[in-house]
């Protein structure tokens, strides 16, 4: 029983809550405060959204570890799982309705919000539901003066409230990244998604009453870094964070943590994320592969190519080939069916792309296309290629995290040189190689450091792969089963009969 914002959408009715959801209810902040969501395709303001202090976010901590100490661990290994599977069901019942709030809320396409924004949530939410009554201990033979005396055996338990904290680029998606593993190893969470895309987080909130959650298992607090996300990284009764956002904040969270209670810490931060392409390799595959590795969700995607590192025998060929490619990019509003690239996803990270730009052109990087503002209203910017980018510079350093591919030369007479090159960032997320050549794979795959490694491919991420990067992207994973490991801890018991 609570209000909601009643939209229609594109010709379609869609209801969603904008109240903080803590234990069970949709309720306000303590502090009234609240935010306007924009409509990035057109600067509209979509609704107020209410906005949790760090009251709130000590409420819904209690709440939680009620939740934690009562209900939630009382129930079966098999029924939480269930019920991770009822919600998964109910989200793919309202599949349509979550894709066009998202679309609304983010800017991304529609389609693209259907199947990868929601459908891999969906997915991400069956996989570790089959998870829950699979989380094992094992026994250990251990060395003693009485031997076959002894039983040795470790249990794998929750940790307690976890907070996780999460960006804009998918928001639901990133979301269910850490809240499906999570839950399956039977914590309770303290949630906050970003402030600026909050709307399908609180939909999901109201589905998960829909599927019988017990109250207080799962608490969704939008809200700001600032406010909320420090209270979550501070508070004594969250015993871990999982967060996913940029290399500052990740920082900040571990800062906050250790001079908190020492709460464990898992780090999904940015990436630069190099790719590699060989002369050996199909041409018109590698361009339309990197068009994906940049361009993919405008760009807003944690691992984006960043660095485009091109074999001086195809470079000319290569340039020409993805400006026409790019010259095919159809921008504009999410909803329109022939469009494929939405407006960013909101002024300040618009604002950023104009200066990074800038910055890119006044350093001396070459630009091909793109590089503005659109002139209309919304969010919206040019696909943009700069090449003869060098290593030095800005935009060979800094993320983008938009739709602006950045293209250098390399020789293939030395393969080690552009490895080196590479490997050349403080970031370790993602990296790729083209190359037809089976040697010059392997080699680049035992020397690269990164998390994420493609062959061939870019953007292949699936619910059972690991992921996650190294060095200053962050520590732990998500996905696959590494990502249950992270919200789990190891009691080890001995026995002597
Ligand atoms: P951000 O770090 O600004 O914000 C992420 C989240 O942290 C938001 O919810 C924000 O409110 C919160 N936050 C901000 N300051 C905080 C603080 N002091 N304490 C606690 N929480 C705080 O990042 P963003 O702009 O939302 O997202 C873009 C970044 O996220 C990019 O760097 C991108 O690469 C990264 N990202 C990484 C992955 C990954 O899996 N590695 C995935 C998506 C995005």
């Known amino acids: 029983n609570h209000e909601s914002i009643k939209l229609n959408v594109n010709k379609m009715d869609v209801a969603f809550p904008n109240q903080l959801f803590i234990n069970g209810e949709f309720v306000n902040s303590v502090s009234e405060s609240s935010m306007e969501c924009v409509n990035p395709s057109n600067e509209s303001v979509i609704c107020s959204v209410q906005m949790a202090s760090s009251d709130d976010v000590d409420i819904a901590a209690l709440a939680a570890e009620k939740a934690f100490e009562g209900e939630w661990s009382k129930l079966s290994a098999r029924d939480r799982g269930n019920l991770m599977f009822k919600l998964a069901d109910l989200m793919e019942q309202h599949k349509e309705e979550l894709a066009t709030i998202?679309?609304?809320?983010?800017?991304?396409?529609?389609?693209?919000?259907?199947?990868?924004?929601?459908?891999?949530?969906?997915?991400?939410?069956?996989?570790?539901?089959?998870?829950c009554d699979k989380i094992l201990g094992s026994t250990i033979p251990i060395a003693h003066a009485r031997p076959n005396s002894n039983f040795t055996f470790t249990k794998r338990e929750p940790i307690g409230v976890?907070?996780?904290?999460?960006?804009?680029?998918?928001?639901?998606?990133?979301?269910?990244?850490?809240?499906?593993?999570?839950?399956?190893?039977?914590?309770?969470?303290?949630?906050?998604?970003?402030?600026?895309s909050p709307l399908t987080a609180l939909k999901l909130a109201e589905l998960s009453v829909k599927a019988g959650f017990p109250k207080g298992v799962i608490n969704i607090l939008p809200g700001t870094g600032a406010e909320t996300g420090e209270a979550?990284?501070?508070?004594?009764?969250?015993?871990?964070?999982?967060?996913?956002?940029?290399?500052?904040?990740?920082?900040?969270?571990?800062?906050?943590?250790?001079?908190?209670?020492?709460?464990?810490?898992s780090l999904e931060l940015g990436g630069k994320s190099p790719l590699i392409i060989f002369d050996d390799y199909n041409l018109d595959k590698a361009v339309r592969m990197s068009m994906g590795g940049v361009f993919f969700n405008k760009g807003e995607n944690c691992i984006s190519a960043g660095r485009i590192f091109v074999?001086?025998?195809?470079?000319?060929?290569?340039?020409?080939?993805?400006?026409?490619?790019?010259k095919k990019i159809v921008v504009g509003d999410p909803f329109n069916r022939s469009v494929s690239h939405g407006p960013q996803n909101h002024k300040a990270h618009l604002d950023k792309l104009i200066k990074y730009s800038e910055t890119a052109q006044?350093?001396?990087?070459?630009l091909l296309i793109g590089g503005k503002r659109l002139d209309r209203p919304g969010y919206y910017f040019e696909p943009t290629v700069f090449a003869d980018v060098e290593d030095h510079m800005f935009i060979a350093k800094e993320e983008a995290f938009g739709p602006?591919?950045?293209?250098?030369?390399?020789?293939?007479?030395?393969?080690d040189a552009v490895i080196r090159r590479a490997n050349n960032t403080e970031y370790g997320l993602a990296s790729g190689v083209f190359t037809s050549d089976i040697n010059k794979a392997l080699y680049f795959i035992d020397r690269i450091d990164s998390g994420t490694v493609f062959v061939n491919t870019y953007n292949k991420t699936d619910v059972a792969a690991p992921f996650g990067g190294f060095k200053q992207s962050g520590f732990g994973k998500d996905l696959g089963p590494d990502a249950i490991n992270?919200?789990?801890k190891t009691k080890c018991v001995t026995m002597e009969y």
């Open 311 to 326: 074999d001086s025998n195809i470079y000319d060929a290569f340039l020409e080939k993805v400006v026409t490619e790019v």
């Open 362 to 366: 006044n350093e001396g990087a070459k």
């Open 162 to 196: 976890c907070g996780l904290i999460t960006p804009w680029n998918y928001p639901l998606m990133m979301l269910s990244w850490k809240m499906a593993p999570c839950l399956a190893a039977g914590n309770t969470v303290v949630m906050k998604p970003s402030e600026v």
């Open 404 to 415: 602006i591919m950045a293209i250098s030369k390399f020789s293939s007479s030395d393969i």
């Open 102 to 131: 998202e679309s609304l809320d983010s800017g991304a396409v529609y389609t693209l919000a259907l199947k990868t924004h929601i459908g891999m949530s969906i997915d991400t939410w069956r996989y570790f539901a089959g998870w």
């Open 232 to 265: 979550i990284s501070q508070h004594l009764k969250i015993r871990k964070v999982g967060f996913t956002g940029s290399t500052v904040t990740g920082m900040k969270i571990m800062k906050a943590a250790s001079e908190s209670n020492l709460k464990k810490v």
């Open 486 to 488: 992270e919200y789990l």
